[in-house]
């Protein structure tokens, strides 16, 4: 079984910095893109940031030049260092990892239960 476990959440000011983290545990062969997505109350889910297994990144609009996703392969754990926070980025995180259990198997998406993230003075 694999668990992604999300951490770094918490209450922070406007125009402040939190880092979040997600760590892979379990058995598995190995994983693919990693991703942050986001769900603020009463709308959907959106991806706020990808990054590949050889460290290419993508970004959504709202966030670019403020949000940075990294990955330590060594450790199974990606990163999202978000700077500059507004009211709007306010939202439960969610880790997602397309992980590839055995040599013969396919890749399957995996969540995390979340953190929240909240922007307020």
């Known amino acids: 079984q694999v668990q992604l476990v999300e951490s770094g959440g918490g209450l922070v000011q406007p125009g402040g910095s939190l880092r979040l983290s997600c760590a892979a545990s379990?058995?598995?062969?190995?994983?693919?893109?990693m991703a942050w997505y986001r769900q603020a109350p009463g709308k959907k889910r959106e991806l706020v940031a990808t990054i590949t297994s050889g460290g290419s990144t993508n970004y959504a609009d709202s966030v670019k030049g403020r949000f940075t996703i990294s990955r330590d392969n060594a450790k199974n754990t990606v990163y999202l260092q978000m700077n500059s926070l507004k009211p709007e980025d306010t939202a439960v995180y969610y880790c997602?990892?397309?992980?590839?259990?055995?040599?013969?198997?396919?890749?399957?998406?995996?969540w995390g239960k979340g953190t929240l993230v909240t922007v307020s003075s």
């Open positions: 379990g058995i598995f062969f190995s994983i693919n893109a």
């Open positions: 997602n990892a397309d992980v590839i259990t055995t040599p013969r198997s396919y890749e399957r998406p995996y």
